[in-house]
């Protein structure tokens, strides 16, 4: 929501603005103010942090915005999709840029177009291009390739990259990333990635779902070409800590690439929304059966009373001890407003070292479930 304020005379005054000598509209000041209807949301677009994504020159803000939910039937929304499920997906995209929130994740795979699924790169993109109707807001696009085993070489990276584009309805990306590894041809992959970015079809690369030796050889790769790797994006969460025991995270922190973290909140399951007697439906249902989450209570008793201390909720005190680790960029999904509101709200506050260590090690009790079988690849 976007909030036009007028101010004029005396208002104008006591705030330091140029005071009109008219009293007509077009005379007065205007500010723009960019505001959501959130409790918690003091943020103005301005206040929300960025980083810089590894070593390229993309900026992206400390959270971003997950839309693989948007469109796609195959995992989320297991009744359909349909046109109020659309609204609520803008709706979602709109509260986030409008609460400071400017870098989103897709890829060629979310909601593809079959079994009545929509493509999130065409939603996204037609998100994009609607706000900036009345916004100039600037938006941070990551997408993924997917290493299709009967892709092969570094030719199809670019063609599948332009396909992606046409979808987005923009010449460029911010990120490119290969969304897994391939069971094969993953060097030609990686040189497609530099090709990307020497064509100017892309600002920065990525990898996802990365082991620590994939990572490093995919640096040294692209580093004879001049161009950084910025970013892994893999599994990370309070209740999935694999990236701190694999090594993906130490090498991340070395070689100077950001750990994207993907499901931050475990697929909504440190929301506190489920419970033993309130599974999830669909897929999300097999791995967090009532027995994930009845180990889960007394994480979430703690979470639920760190946040009162802040008058956060579970959902951000969660993201939180994400975005207080300095080499970590979280991308939770929204699905509607409501959602991206609670994000924003993750943004703007830290918790103490004492309760980050204190979530650490209570989470760590918490057995793992079992991640994308991707990342052994
Ligand atoms: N690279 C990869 O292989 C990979 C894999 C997975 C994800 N990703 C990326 O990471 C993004 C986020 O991951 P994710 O979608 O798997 O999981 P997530 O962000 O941990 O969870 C998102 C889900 O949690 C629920 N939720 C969100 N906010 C909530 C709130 N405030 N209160 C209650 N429930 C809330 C929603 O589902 P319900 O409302 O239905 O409960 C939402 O769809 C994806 O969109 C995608 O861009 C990448």
């Known amino acids: 929501m976007a909030l ?3 101010i004029s005379g005396t208002a104008a005054g006591l705030l330091g603005l140029p005071r009109s000598s008219s009293s007509s509209s077009s005379s007065r000041v205007r500010l723009r103010v960019r505001a959501v209807a959130s409790e918690n949301v003091k943020t103005t677009s301005g206040e929300v942090e960025k980083v810089k994504l590894g070593a390229s020159d993309v900026e992206v803000t400390k959270l971003g915005i997950g839309a693989w939910a948007w469109g796609d039937t195959a995992y989320w929304n297991d009744s359909g999709w349909d046109d109020r499920k659309l609204k609520e997906a803008k709706a979602a995209f709109n509260i986030s840029i409008d609460g400071g929130i400017t870098f989103f994740d897709t890829a060629e795979v979310y909601g593809a177009p079959i079994m009545g699924d929509v493509s999130s790169e065409t939603l996204l993109g037609s998100f994009i291009q609607e706000k900036k109707k ?33 979808r987005l309805g923009v010449s460029s990306v911010d990120l490119y990333q290969l969304h897994w590894p391939g069971i094969w041809g993953n060097e030609g992959y990686i040189d497609g990635l530099g090709d990307a970015v020497e064509k100017g079809l892309v600002k920065a690369v990525g990898v996802s779902n990365y082991s620590e030796k994939r990572l490093r050889d995919a640096y040294d790769r692209l580093k004879k070409r001049g161009i950084p790797l910025a970013a892994n994006q893999v599994n990370y969460s309070l209740i999935y800590r694999n990236p ?41 249902g097999r791995i967090y059966t009532p027995e994930v989450l009845k180990m889960l209570q007394p994480l979430l008793v703690r979470l639920r009373e760190i946040g009162e201390s802040y008058n956060k909720t579970n959902t951000q005190v969660a993201l939180n001890w994400l975005v207080c680790q300095d080499n970590v960029v979280p991308i939770p999904g929204a699905k509607n407003a409501e959602q991206a509101k609670e994000f924003v709200g993750a943004l703007g506050w830290k918790l103490t070292e004492q309760e980050i260590e204190e979530l650490r090690s209570l989470a760590a009790q918490v057995k793992s479930v079992v991640g994308f079988p991707v990342e052994k690849l």
């Open 134 to 166: 009345t916004d100039p807001v600037e938006v941070a696009v990551a997408t993924k390739f997917a290493a299709l085993p009967w892709r092969f070489g570094r030719g199809s990276v670019l063609s599948a990259l332009k396909k992606s584009l046409s």
């Open 244 to 284: 701190e025991e694999n090594g993906v995270k130490a090498a991340c922190d070395e070689l100077g690439i950001t750990l994207i973290a993907y499901s931050p909140i475990a697929q909504g399951m440190l929301t506190g929304k489920y419970t033993p007697e309130n599974p999830p439906t669909g897929p999300r």
């Open 4 to 6: 036009q304020i007028s």
